[in-house]
C-alpha cells in the first residue's frame, strides 16, 4: 500500500498545541499570516483555567504584577517576560483573553492588579485573569460573603469540608455541603463528565432541584469547576437562574474540567480561523532551511510535510515532551537546540523539598535572543526563521512565579510579531 | 502535661526487633509498653532490601551467619508465610567476575548447609529473562524476601491482642531516671504534643536500632559500640525479575535485585557514616549503583525507578573490621549491662532483620528470667495472626481485594497501588498506632499509600481530602501534615529524578504548589486575600 | 455475564506492553493523571478504566486483566491516547486480551460475525454469500433502472477488471435494504466515474479483528486485497463505514500484505468531487432550517486520516445543510467520544453497557438540539438509533448519502427509510 504524504505550505508553522502554540497561531492569523500548528495533547489539558501574568517574584505574593514585571527587568533580565514591554505584555494578554470570550469562554478582563484566585484546598493564588464562571468565587472572597460550597460524592478531587475549613480563618461564612450528582450514583464520578452531562437541560434542572433544599437563604454557591464544557458561562447562567443563587466554580486537580474546555475550545475555533491543526501527532523531524523550516508528521495513516516560511517553537517542558532527560542531560526534543541546564543531575534539584528559590532545573530551557531566537551551540540563532515560546524557554520558573499561561501568551506575541517581520523581509 | 503508665517491660523502638521482643513476651505472659520516637519501622527495619537471606551472601566469609540465617528464614517461612515471597534466588556471575571464586561458591554452601543447584547460563535466563548473555555462572538458593511491615504489624498487634500491652508512636525516650542500680522511671516526650509520659517498669528493653549506643549511653552505659553504615537501595516502578539476583562475587555495592512485591529494590551501597542521621540518598550513591548494577542486569540502565532510600545499619564494631563496613560482623549481640551497674536494662544490637526472631527470643529469654518468668519462647512455633488493619502493606493486595469485591462505591484513594478508601478507613480504626489522629503519613506507613510511581503526588492530595471529609484534620495542619509527608518522599525521591520520572515530577510540582499552594504555606501573604 | 474460563493463559501484559506500544510511549511513561479514565466512555464498567487497565498491569495483575470482561466495553476507539499527554494506548493491550480469550468465552454475537466472515469469500458478517450479493445487486439495479427513467441507462458493475474505483458494501443494505444501495450507485453515475464492485471481499466489515482473531483479521483482509489488486483497480473507496476502513489498512500494515491500491474513504471523494463541482449539491432543500450534526466515526476520523477526514466531512455537511444549519457535537473531530457501537459492542450482546457507553454520546446530541445525526458509518449509525430510541432522543439518523441525493433531486421514494416525516416526501412529484 502507497503511504501517502500531503504536502502543504504555510506561513507559519507552529510547533505545540499549549496556550503558547494556541496563541501564536491566533496571532499569526491576526497578522493575515498562513498557518500550520501540529501538536498533541499536554500540560494545558491540566490547566485550572486561570490566567497568571506574575504572581510571585522571589517569594513573594505580588499584588501588581506589572510592577513586579519592571522589577523582574532590572533584576533577572533573562527572564522571557522581561524581554518585553509592559506594553506589548497587556496588548498580547487582551487580545487572547478577548478571544477566549469569543469562543465561549469568557474571561475576566487582565487588570491592574492580580486577584486571590480559590484553590480547591482552601488555599488562594495570585492570577490577573480568569473564567467568569470562577470570577464570583474570588469576589465573594474578598467580601467575606456567605457561601455554601458543594462537593460530589465519588469525586475526587476536591473536598468542600476541606476547603470551608482551610479557609475558615480568612472567609467564616462558609458551609460545606456533599450531593449525589443525577445519575452518577454509588461510582467515581469524573468532572469531566458531570460537566458534559450538566450541558444538558434535563441535568440542570435535576441539579438545581437537589441545591435549592441545601439554599437555606445562601446567595452563593461554590462548586466544583463542572458548569459545562463548550459553554460554561451559559450553563452557569441557567442554574442561576433555576436556583436563584450566584454560582462559581472552583478548579479540582487533574483530570480537571478548565483544561479541557480550552483545549476543546481551540480544537473547535482555530480550524474554523483557518488554522491547519494537526492535534493529535507529534512533529518527527524538523530541518531548518535558510528560507524557512521543514516539517514531518507521520499520521495514523498517511504523513504531512509542512514547509514554511518561519517556524515557533512552543513544545513545552517535560510533561508535553518539549524537554526530556536522560541520567545526564536535559534536552530539547524537537531540534536537539541545546538546553541551558545545571552542570549536573545532582544540581537538578534541591536537597530541600520545594526549596523557596525554585529547583534550578526549573529554570532550563532553551536560550533566545531579543528576536525570540532560539540561540545554537555556537550562541548566535539557529535560524532567522526559527522562533520559540512559552514554558521550553529558560530563565523562567513558572511553577513557583505563578506566571504560567501569561507567559506563554506574551512571549506567542513576542516570537509571532519577530516571525512576522523576517517573513515580510524575505 | 504529664502522664503516668506503669508496664512489665519498656521496649524502646518498634523496628522488627523491638516488635518481635513484644510478642515474644507477651506470649509468655508478660505485658509490655512498645515505645517509638517516630512510628513503626521509621529505622533499619523500614530501610532494608527485604531479603529473606538464604545466607547465601555470607558463605564465603561468615559460615556460622550464613547458617543462623538460613535457620530463622525456615522458621519465619512457616510461621508467617503471608509476610514473605519465597520467590528463590540465584547467585550469578558476569564476564567481569572472578570465576574462581564463583566457582567455590557451592563448596561454602555445603560447608553451611545451605543447599544450592547449578544453573546453566540458558537455565538461568529462562528463569531470569533479565539476565544477559554475559553470565558466566550460576546458582539457585532458597532466597526469599520479607514484607517487614507486614512482619511489624503483626507482630505489634498480636502482643496487643495477647493481654494489657501497648504501643505509643511518636515517643521517645529522654532520659532515666536511675537509682540503686535501676532504671526506675524512663522519662519520654510525645513528640507530636510536646507532653511529657513517664513509664514505670520493671525491666527496660533498648532496641533502637542505630541508636542502641546513644540510648545505652543515655543509660550511663558505655558498653555498647556501633558502627553506622548507610546503604542505599533504588525502587523500580515494576517488578524486574521473578527472584532474588546476587552477584556472586566478594560482597560489593549494586549487588542484589530483590522483588518486593510488585517492585524490585536494586542495592546496597555501603558507607561508613559518622551520624545516623546521614541518611539520605544521594545521586552519586544512585549513579553508583546503577554502574554496577548494569553489569548484571543491563536492563536496569532502561528501567524506570520511582524512588530511592537509605537505611543505616548498625553494625558491631569488630576488631578487624577497621574502616569497612562490609567486613564488619553482621552478628548481632544481647549487652545485659550488669557490668555498668544496671540490673533491669537491656540492649539488643546489630544483627539482621532475617534474624530479628532469634534475637527477640535470646532477649526475651534473659528479660522473662530477670522478671521469674519460665516460659520458654514459643515464637518459633507460634503462627504468626493476620487481621484486617494490618494487611495493607502487601504490595498488591490491596488491587486485587478490591478488583475482587468490584465494588464501586469504594473510592480508589491511591490509583498506583489501588488501595480503596475501605482500607484507609480500616487502617485509622484499627492498625496498631490508631488513634484520632492518625495521619497521612501513619496511613502511608502502614498501607501501600504514596509508594506507586506518582509517589504520592495524587494520593496524598485524595487521602488528605478524606481525612478532612471523615473530621480527622480540623484545621490548616491537615496541610501542613501532607506537606511534612511529602518532603519525606521527596528525600527518596530526588536522586532518581530523570526519564519518565521528570514529568511525573513536574506534575507533582505543578499540583503541591499551583493546586494546593504548598510552596507559599507559611508566608505572610499566602491564602490571604488583598 | 461474559465470563472467561479458568484454564485460559494469562498474558504477561507489561511484556506484551513492551513489544507492542510505540518507543516513547510505553506504559512506563505513565504520570497517573487520570485524563484518559476521564475521558473514556467506558470508564466505570467492571470497575475498570484506562488508567486502571495500565495500573494493573503494572502491579503485575496479569489474571485480572486476562479475564477481565471489560475489554470487550472498551471500543478500542484510541480516544484515550488521543488525550494522554504520553500518547498511551490502552487499545493495542486490550486488543492483545481479547485476543487471549478462548473461543468459546468471547462474546457470542462477535464471534459469530468473524465466523460468518469466513465462510466465503464474500467476507460478509450476515453471511451473504457472494452469488447471493450479485443477484441482490443485479435484481435492484434492475428495479431502479424499470422504475426510474432517470437512471434506465445506469451501470452497476460487478467484477469489472480496470476500474478507476472499486468500492466496498455493508452487508446490511445487500441483505435488509437493498434499496439503500441505490443512491450510492446515482452518486457514482452522476459524477461518471468508472467504478465497480468485487464479487469477492465486498462486504465493508470486519469483525475478526474486534474479536481478537489475528489470524481471521489477516485471512479476511488478505482476501479483500487479493481481490482488489486482481481487478487492478487503483482506488479502493471505502463507503459509509468507519471499521472495515481502518482495518483493512492497519491489516495491511500489521501482516505486511502486498497491496497496489490506494485506500480512500467515500466522504473525503465526496468532498472532493463537490470541489471538482462534479456534485453540484446545496442547502436549497433545507428550506424549514433543519438542524444536523455529524458523528466522526473515530475508525475514519482519529484513528485512521486524522482531522483531514474530519474537515472533508463538515465541508461535506455545511454544503448540504448549510453553514448554519450545522451544529458540531463537543468534542469532535479528532477528539470526539467513539458512540459506543463500534469494537464488536454492537454484536456483544452486552446491552446494558453498550447503552451506558453510549450516554455519553446521547448527551453530546441532546445538546446540539440538532434533528439529524449523520454517520458516515454503519455501527454509529445503528447505535445512536439505537441509544435514541433508548434515552428517548427526538433526532433522526442518516447517511450522507440520503442527504447528497436529495440536494440532487435524484431521491427514489422507497430510499427514506432513515428521514423523518419532515423529510419524507421532499423532492417527490406531488402526488395531486
Ligand atoms: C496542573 C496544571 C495547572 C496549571 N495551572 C495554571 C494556572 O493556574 N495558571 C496559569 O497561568 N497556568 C497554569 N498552567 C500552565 C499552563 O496551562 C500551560 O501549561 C503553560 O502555560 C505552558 O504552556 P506552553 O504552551 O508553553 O506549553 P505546553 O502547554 O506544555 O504545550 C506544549 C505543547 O507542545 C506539544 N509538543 C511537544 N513536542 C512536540 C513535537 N515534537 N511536535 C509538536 N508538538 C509538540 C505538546 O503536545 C503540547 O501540546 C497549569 C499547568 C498545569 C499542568
Ligand atoms: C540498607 C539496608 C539494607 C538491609 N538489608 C537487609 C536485608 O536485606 N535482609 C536483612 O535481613 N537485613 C537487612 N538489613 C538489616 C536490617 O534492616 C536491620 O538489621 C534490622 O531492621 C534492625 O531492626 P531493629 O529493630 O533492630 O532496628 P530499627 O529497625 O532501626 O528500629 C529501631 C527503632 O528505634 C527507634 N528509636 C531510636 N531511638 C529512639 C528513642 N530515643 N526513643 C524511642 N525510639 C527510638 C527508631 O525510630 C526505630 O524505629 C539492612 C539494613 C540496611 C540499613
Ligand atoms: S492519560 Fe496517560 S499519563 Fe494520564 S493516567 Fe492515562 S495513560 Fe497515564
Ligand atoms: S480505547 Fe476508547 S473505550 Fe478503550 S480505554 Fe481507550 S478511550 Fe476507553
Known amino acids: 500500500m502507497k503511504r501517502h504524504t500531503r504536502h502543504v505550505t504555510a506561513d507559519l508553522a507552529v510547533i505545540g498545541t499549549g496556550i503558547a502554540g494556541c496563541a501564536a497561531s491566533i496571532f499569526a492569523r491576526d497578522l493575515g499570516l498562513t498557518v500550520a500548528q501540529i501538536g498533541h495533547s499536554g500540560a494545558m489539558a491540566y490547566t485550572t483555567g486561570y490566567i497568571d501574568l506574575l504572581g510571585v517574584l522571589d517569594g513573594r505574593v505580588l499584588d501588581d504584577p506589572w510592577s513586579g514585571l519592571d522589577a523582574l527587568r532590572s533584576t533577572d533580565a533573562c527572564h522571557p517576560l522581561a524581554r518585553m514591554t509592559n506594553h506589548d505584555i497587556r496588548t498580547a494578554f487582551d487580545r487572547f483573553v478577548r478571544l477566549l470570550g469569543e469562543m465561549g469562554l469568557g474571561y475576566t478582563a487582565p487588570g491592574d492588579r492580580n486577584v486571590s484566585a480559590l484553590l480547591p484546598y482552601g488555599t488562594t493564588k495570585p492570577t490577573l485573569s480568569l473564567p467568569d464562571t470562577m470570577l464570583p468565587g474570588s469576589d465573594a472572597l474578598h467580601r467575606r460573603a456567605p457561601a455554601l460550597i458543594i462537593d460530589f460524592e465519588g469525586l475526587q478531587g476536591f473536598s468542600a469540608t476541606e476547603f470551608c475549613t482551610n479557609m475558615a480563618s480568612v472567609w467564616p461564612g462558609l458551609r460545606p455541603a456533599r450531593l449525589v450528582f443525577p445519575g452518577l450514583e454509588a461510582r467515581p464520578v469524573f468532572p469531566e463528565v458531570m460537566a458534559r452531562t450538566l450541558e444538558t437541560p434535563v441535568a440542570q434542572e435535576q441539579l438545581a432541584d437537589l441545591i435549592q433544599p441545601l439554599l437555606n437563604g445562601a446567595e452563593t454557591i461554590g462548586l466544583p469547576a463542572i458548569l459545562g464544557l463548550q459553554a460554561p458561562d451559559r450553563v452557569r447562567a441557567r442554574l442561576e437562574q433555576l436556583t436563584g443563587a450566584t454560582l462559581f466554580e472552583i478548579p479540582t486537580i487533574p483530570p480537571g474540567v478548565p483544561g479541557i474546555r480550552l483545549r476543546e475550545a481551540f480544537e473547535r475555533e482555530l480550524p474554523r480561523r483557518g488554522v491547519l491543526l494537526e492535534p493529535q501527532n507529534k512533529v518527527s523531524e524538523a530541518i531548518l532551511r535558510s528560507t524557512g523550516v521543514d516539517l514531518t508528521v507521520q499520521g495514523a495513516l498517511d504523513d504531512l510535510r509542512i514547509e514554511a516560511s518561519a517556524a515557533v517553537l512552543a513544545s513545552g517542558r517535560f510533561l508535553s515532551g518539549g524537554l526530556k532527560s536522560d541520567r545526564y542531560r536535559v534536552k530539547e526534543t524537537v531540534l536537539n537546540l541545546p538546553v541551558r541546564q545545571p552542570e549536573t543531575r545532582d544540581g537538578w534539584f534541591s536537597a530541600e523539598y520545594l526549596d523557596p528559590a525554585g529547583y534550578p532545573v526549573n529554570k532550563a530551557g532553551i536560550e533566545i535572543d531579543a528576536a525570540f531566537r532560539p540561540l545554537g551551540p555556537d550562541g548566535v540563532p539557529a535560524s532567522d526563521r526559527l522562533f520559540a515560546a512559552g514554558v521550553v524557554l529558560a530563565h523562567q520558573d513558572w511553577v513557583r512565579q505563578r506566571c504560567g499561561a501569561g507567559l506563554a501568551i506574551a512571549t506567542a506575541y513576542g516570537a509571532v510579531q519577530a516571525a512576522a517581520g523576517s517573513i515580510n523581509a524575505r | ?530 | 455475564m461474559l465470563k472467561k474460563s479458568a484454564e485460559t493463559a494469562t498474558i504477561d501484559f507489561l511484556a506484551t506492553a513492551r513489544a507492542l506500544l510505540p518507543e516513547g510511549a510505553s506504559y512506563d511513561a505513565c504520570v497517573g493523571c487520570g485524563l484518559c479514565a476521564s475521558g473514556c466512555p467506558a470508564s466505570g464498567m467492571f470497575g475498570m478504566d484506562p488508567r486502571r487497565f495500565i495500573n494493573m498491569a503494572m502491579l503485575g495483575m496479569n489474571e485480572e486483566l486476562s479475564t477481565t470482561p471489560w475489554v470487550w466495553a472498551c471500543t478500542q476507539c484510541k480516544r484515550c491516547a488521543y488525550i494522554c499527554p504520553m500518547g498511551i494506548d490502552v487499545s493495542l493491550l486490550v486488543g492483545a486480551s481479547r485476543s487471549n480469550w478462548a473461543k468459546e468465552d468471547k462474546p457470542k454475537g462477535i464471534v459469530r460475525s468473524c465466523a460468518a466472515q469466513m465462510l466465503d469469500e464474500s467476507t460478509s458478517a450476515i453471511g451473504l454469500r457472494s452469488e447471493d450479493f450479485v443477484e441482490i445487486v443485479e435484481e435492484t439495479a434492475d428495479e431502479l433502472r424499470q422504475n426510474d427513467p432517470r437512471f434506465a441507462e445506469i451501470e452497476v458493475r460487478i467484477d469489472k477488471p480496470g476500474a478507476k474505483f472499486i468500492i466496498n458494501q455493508n452487508s446490511r443494505e445487500p441483505a435488509v435494504e437493498p434499496e439503500e444501495m441505490a443512491p450510492i450507485w446515482k452518486i457514482f453515475d452522476y459524477v461518471g466515474a468508472d467504478w465497480t464492485y468485487a464479487s469477492k471481499g465486498w462486504a465493508a466489515e470486519n469483525f475478526c479483528m474486534f474479536s481478537g482473531d489475528d489470524e481471521a483479521w489477516r485471512d479476511m483482509v488478505k482476501t479483500r486485497v487479493d481481490a482488489i489488486n486482481d481487478l487492478g483497480a487503483e482506488i479502493w473507496v471505502n463507503t459509509e463505514c468507519g471499521h472495515s476502513f481502518y482495518t483493512l489498512w492497519k491489516g495491511i500494515d500489521r501482516f505486511g500484505l502486498e497491496a497496489n491500491f490506494e485506500p480512500a474513504s467515500m466522504v473525503s471523494l465526496y468532498a472532493q468531487w463537490i470541489r471538482e463541482g462534479k456534485l453540484p449539491v446545496n442547502s436549497d432543500w433545507n428550506v424549514d432550517n433543519l438542524k444536523f450534526t455529524v458523528q466522526d466515526p473515530c475508525q475514519l476520523v482519529r484513528k485512521s486520516l486524522g482531522d483531514t477526514a474530519a474537515d472533508d466531512l463538515r465541508f461535506v455537511v455545511e454544503t448540504l445543510v448549510g453553514k448554519d444549519n450545522f451544529v458540531d457535537m463537543q468534542p469532535c473531530r479528532s477528539a470526539n467520544y467513539c458512540c459506543g457501537g463500534g469494537g464488536g459492542f454492537l454484536q456483544a450482546g452486552m446491552s446494558k453497557e453498550r447503552r451506558a457507553y453510549g450516554k455519553r454520546k446521547f448527551d453530546q446530541i441532546v445538546t446540539t438540539k440538532a434533528d439529524y445525526v449523520l454517520t458516515p458509518c454503519h455501527n454509529c449509525h445503528s447505535q445512536i438509533d439505537d441509544i435514541g430510541a433508548h434515552y428517548g432522543g427526538a433526532y433522526h439518523v442518516t447517511h450522507l448519502w440520503t442527504l447528497i441525493c436529495i440536494s440532487l433531486g435524484i431521491l427514489g421514494p422507497d430510499e427514506r427509510k432513515y428521514l423523518g416525516p419532515e423529510l419524507a416526501a421532499i423532492g417527490l412529484p406531488d402526488p395531486q
Open chain 2, 1 to 530: 502535661m504529664t502522664s503516668l503508665r506503669e508496664t512489665d517491660v519498656l521496649i524502646i523502638g518498634a523496628g522488627a526487633t523491638g516488635a518481635g521482643v513484644m510478642r515474644d513476651l507477651a506470649l509468655r505472659g508478660i505485658s509490655s509498653i512498645l515505645i517509638d520516637r517516630s512510628d513503626l519501622n521509621a529505622g533499619a527495619s523500614g530501610g532494608n532490601h527485604g531479603l529473606l537471606h538464604s545466607g547465601g551472601r555470607y558463605v564465603s566469609a561468615d559460615t556460622r551467619t550464613a547458617a543462623e540465617c538460613h535457620r530463622e528464614a525456615d522458621i519465619l517461612k512457616r510461621i508467617a508465610p503471608h509476610c514473605i515471597d519465597d520467590c528463590g534466588g540465584m547467585f550469578v556471575a558476569v564476564e567481569w567476575d572472578d570465576e574462581t571464586f564463583a566457582r567455590r561458591f557451592p563448596d561454602h554452601c555445603r560447608d553451611a548447609g545451605l543447599p544450592c543447584k547449578e544453573l546453566s547460563t540458558d537455565a538461568a535466563r529462562t528463569r531470569e529473562p533479565a539476565l544477559p548473555g554475559t553470565v558466566i555462572a550460576a546458582y539457585a538458593v532458597p532466597d526469599a524476601t520479607i514484607d517487614p511491615f507486614a512482619l511489624v504489624l503483626g507482630h505489634v498487634d498480636h502482643a496487643i491482642h495477647l493481654g494489657d500491652s501497648a504501643y505509643l508512636p511518636h515517643t521517645a525516650v529522654d532520659v532515666f531516671e536511675i537509682a540503686n542500680g535501676v532504671i526506675e522511671m524512663a522519662m519520654c516526650r510525645d513528640l507530636r504534643t510536646g507532653a511529657e509520659t513517664r513509664i514505670r517498669a520493671r525491666q527496660v528493653i533498648n532496641a533502637g536500632g542505630a541508636s542502641t549506643m546513644d540510648i545505652a549511653q543515655r543509660a550511663g552505659c558505655s558498653d555498647v559500640k556501633l558502627l553506622y553504615s548507610k546503604g542505599t537501595l533504588l525502587v523500580s516502578n515494576t517488578r524486574i525479575s521473578k527472584g532474588v539476583i546476587n552477584r556472586l562475587r566478594v560482597p560489593g555495592d549494586g549487588d542484589i535485585l530483590a522483588p518486593g512485591g510488585t517492585v524490585s529494590l536494586l542495592g546496597t551501597s555501603s558507607v561508613t557514616v559518622p551520624r545516623i542521621e546521614d541518611n539520605r540518598p544521594t545521586v552519586a550513591e544512585i549513579d553508583h549503583i546503577l554502574a554496577e548494577g548494569t553489569q548484571m542486569l543491563p536492563v536496569l540502565e532502561t528501567t524506570r525507578f520511582i524512588r530511592a532510600f537509605s537505611g543505616v545499619r548498625p553494625l558491631l564494631a569488630a576488631p578487624d573490621a577497621g574502616g569497612n563496613a562490609r567486613r564488619a560482623s553482621r552478628r548481632f549481640l544481647l549487652f545485659d549491662h550488669e557490668d555498668q551497674g544496671l540490673k533491669n536494662f537491656v540492649t539488643i544490637a546489630g544483627g539482621k532483620l532475617t534474624t530479628f526472631r532469634l534475637m527477640a527470643e535470646k532477649t526475651a529469654d534473659l528479660v522473662a528470667a530477670r522478671l521469674g518468668n519460665t516460659a520458654a519462647s514459643t515464637t518459633s512455633t507460634t503462627p504468626l495472626p493476620q487481621g484486617d488493619a494490618i494487611r495493607w502493606t502487601e504490595p498488591g493486595l490491596a488491587a486485587r481485594d478490591w478488583y475482587r469485591r468490584a465494588d464501586p462505591s469504594d473510592m480508589i484513594m491511591c490509583e498506583c497501588e489501588m488501595v480503596a478508601q475501605s482500607a484507609v478507613d480500616d487502617i485509622t480504626a484499627d492498625a496498631p498506632g490508631a488513634e484520632s489522629h492518625m495521619s497521612l503519613k501513619a496511613i502511608a506507613q502502614r498501607s501501600r499509600i504514596g509508594k506507586g510511581a506518582c509517589q504520592g503526588a495524587f494520593c496524598a492530595m485524595r487521602v488528605t481530602s478524606h481525612l478532612y471529609d471523615t473530621g480527622v484534620y480540623d484545621s490548616r495542619g491537615g496541610l501542613e501534615l501532607m506537606r511534612a509527608f511529602l518532603a519525606e518522599r521527596y528525600r527518596g525521591v530526588r536522586p532518581v529524578l530523570w526519564g519518565a520520572q521528570l514529568p511525573q515530577a513536574e506534575l507533582a510540582e505543578i499540583l503541591h504548589c499551583g493546586l494546593a499552594g504548598l510552596d507559599l504555606m507559611g508566608s505572610s501573604t499566602t491564602g490571604e486575600p488583598e
